[in-house]
């Protein structure tokens, strides 16, 4: 995954003790394919040093608005041409105010000052500067200025405190500027995904279960995300981490996904039906541990009923949102992705071989709509899940 190639990143560093994160996030940036030009304020030079910025961007690190480097001698406008981005991170409260109006006393305020690319900023600070309310003026201001704000985080800070203002981590930054370079083709749409298997008890401790690792539900949830919807994913059991903005509701069950997704489907634009759901739950379930030598021959009689079709009776709502499906087949892809497309009545259904996808963090997916099959590039998953989302809005009609 290479989400900056071609791209070059002014790195923006101020005073404050986020800046040893920072290195971090120069590697993770230069890991990702991005050029990174680190300009560094006095203060933050207090916090780490140059040589380590320029060990890990592999750049020259630029401190000083006098810098006669440039031929022209105008570093504070040469750095940001051609730039993709200004990313400050950390970003004080003094230079948030700095930034708020107008002030261009140091390399760095004078290169946003003068920017011609967007300008993104990530506050680090003690709670209670960033709850100051001049701080939150700025904050506003900035927002207004249409500069981009990314966190602060909550939680435990430098200073012994705990609360709003820390730096967010350098992994989530760079996910949030690979975000921000997305395409935005689900502006303002309401986005429901259904990821990950279910599990059907048959005792408190043994279930009836899909095989699915939920990556491409997480990664279409994380996709539909950057290309600006508003996102909730409903989850069965996985290891995944919710990506980041994306509001997820943990299930078990077929029936629980079921009973959260009918209520928010009816305010969703656009439905997409990943889940691995199991077709069977098991209607004489035990309520304590089946002992192994309690039934003739060690057998249990289990007896199954049939889940809800989730995703079939979404598609059957009056004025629902559009659906897409999923199907993993072992064989005969083509045959019974087409058949299940048109039994569950949807527009887009997404077909993939079972034994390529899972587990696996590559894809080769294979749209089927009304006017036949389109294969797609096989892919890493995120990858996979933007063309899919690309592919989906061209699609969607338009605002309900
Ligand atoms: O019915 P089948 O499992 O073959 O179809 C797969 C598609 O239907 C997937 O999109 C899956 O998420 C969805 N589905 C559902 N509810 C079920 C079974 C499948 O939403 N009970």
């Known amino acids: ?101 107008g002030m261009a006393d140091d390399l760095l305020s004078t290169l946003c000052l003068a920017r011609a690319c967007p300008l993104l900023l990530a506050p680090a600070m003690n709670r209670e500067m960033w709850g100051n309310p001049a701080t939150q003026r700025n904050a506003a201001q900035l927002r207004q200025d249409g500069i981009v704000l990314l966190g602060p985080a909550a939680g435990d800070q430098a200073c012994g405190e705990v609360g709003d203002g820390r730096m967010m981590e350098p992994l989530d930054l760079r996910t949030e500027l690979a975000a921000y370079f997305q395409p935005k083709v689900l502006a303002g749409r309401r986005v429901l995904i259904t990821a990950g298997p279910t599990c059907e008890p048959i005792d408190p401790v043994r279930v009836l279960s899909n ?51 009918m209520p928010l489907a009816a305010q969703s634009d656009l439905f997409i039906a990943v889940a691995a759901v199991a077709d069977w739950h098991v209607s004489n379930a035990s309520g304590q541990k089946v002992k192994k030598n309690a039934h003739p021959g060690g057998l249990p009689a289990l007896e199954f009923a049939v889940n809800p079709d989730i995703l079939a009776e979404v598609a059957a709502l009056p004025g629902g949102p559009w659906c897409v499906g999923f199907a993993a087949e072992t064989e005969n892809l083509a045959a019974h992705a087409e058949d299940k497309r048109r039994r569950k009545g949807i527009a887009l259904l997404v077909g993939n071989l079972a034994q390529d996808v899972m587990d696996a963090d590559d894809t080769a997916l294979v749209l089927f709509d009304a006017q036949g099959a389109h294969p797609l590039p096989p892919a890493d998953k995120l990858s996979a899940a933007r063309r899919l989302v690309a592919e989906i809005a061209a699609r969607l009609p338009g605002r309900r």
């Open 1 to 101: 995954m290479q989400d900056f190639a071609n791209k070059r990143i002014v790195l923006g560093l101020t005073g404050g003790i986020a800046c040893y994160k920072s290195a971090e996030l120069v590697r993770r940036l230069v890991e990702h394919g991005a050029a990174v030009d680190v300009v560094m304020t006095e203060a933050a030079t207090r916090f780490i040093t140059p040589v380590t910025m320029q060990a890990l961007s592999g750049r020259h690190v630029w401190l000083d608005a006098w810098d006669a480097r440039p031929a022209n001698n105008m570093a504070h406008i040469d750095l940001t041409r051609g730039a993709d981005a200004i990313l400050v991170a950390p970003a004080s409260a003094d230079f948030m105010a700095k930034l708020a109006h």
């Open 211 to 261: 095989r699915s690792s939920g990556k491409t539900g997480y990664a279409l949830a994380r996709a539909a995300r950057e290309a600006g919807a508003q996102v909730t994913l409903v989850s069965g059991p996985t290891a995944l981490p919710a990506p980041l903005g994306v509001r997820r509701i943990d299930v078990q069950t077929a029936r629980q996904m079921h009973a959260a997704v």
